[in-house]
Nanobody, 116 residues
Framework: QVQLVESGGGLVQIGGSLRLSCAAS????????MGWYRQAPGKQRELVAH???????SYLDPVKGRFTISRDNAKNTMYLQMNSLKPEDTAVYYC??????????WGQGTQVTVSS
């Protein structure tokens, strides 16, 4: 059974940086498409960044140029480097894995708070 564990969230000032990590158990990581989602209070969950098994990336427009998604298949880990953080980036961030067979797995979430 695949499990995802996020880490790296926290409180940061406006303009600061954080790096989120998502560690996956199991052997399907390298063949899975992965994504980072976020959900702010009172809002729907949204896809922030996505990376395919082949390494192709895509981003939500408001984070383009500030966030970078990456993966290390040898470590079964996905990352989200977040720079120039803004208050509107405050949310719970979730990692998501969709396996080659369509299995959909979510992490427990990590809180990111950007304050002045």
């Amino acid at each position: 059974q695949v499990q995802l564990v996020e880490s790296g969230g926290g409180l940061v000032q406006i303009g600061g940086s954080l790096r989120l990590s998502c560690a996956a158990s199991g052997s399907i990581f390298s063949r899975a498409n992965m994504g980072w989602y976020r959900q702010a209070p009172g809002k729907q969950r949204e896809l922030v960044a996505h990376i395919t098994s082949g390494g192709t990336t895509s981003y939500l427009d408001p984070v383009k140029g500030r966030f970078t998604i990456s993966r290390d298949n040898a470590k079964n880990t996905m990352y989200l480097q977040m720079n120039s953080l803004k208050p509107e980036d405050t949310a719970v961030y979730y990692c998501n894995l969709v396996s080659a067979l369509g299995r959909d797995v979510w992490g427990q979430g990590t809180q990111v708070t950007v304050s002045s």
